[in-house]
């Protein structure tokens, strides 16, 4: 337990102090999935999701929540992020959707917890949107693909989510 910055030697939690680290360009991208019915997919291709453009609502939804990301998670440090970026690939092999984030600030603390609060919302903004139609799709394979910047530097994952 005691690797966990977010603990006092009591074990109370509390926000980690970040003052004296150093500033730095930090970049996290993290990714997941919807999957659904080929006919789901095929619904959402053609615009006819009766709530709307399920796509352009879930990226703008992903951006708001990363840019919310210490709302919504204790302890997680307000960060002015100076990107997020938000993909959404339609992939009939799943069948569903890929999503990505990227999230990035030069900051004294990382951006991985934005880049996947980004993925969740957008994730769980396309469930909303067609849940109508197919109760039966499912979010799977949320995870950080990799991290930069800071005095731990660069990782990547290295097994498939």
Known sequence: MSDLTHLTPSGEAHMVDVSAKEISERIAV???RVVMKPETLA???AGDA???D???TAR???IMA???THELIPLCH???LSKVQVDLVPDPELPGVRVRALTQVAGRTGVEMEALTAVSVACLTIYDMLKAVDRFMRIEGIGLL???GGKSGRWTREEPL
Do not use: N, P, T
């Open 30 to 32: 993290a990714d997941g």
């Open 43 to 45: 619904l959402l291709l």
């Open 50 to 52: 009766k709530k709307g």
């Open 54 to 56: 399920v796509l352009g």
């Open 60 to 62: 703008i939804a992903g």
């Open 66 to 68: 990363a840019k919310r």
């Open 78 to 80: 307000s960060l002015a």
């Open 146 to 148: 990799e991290k930069s």
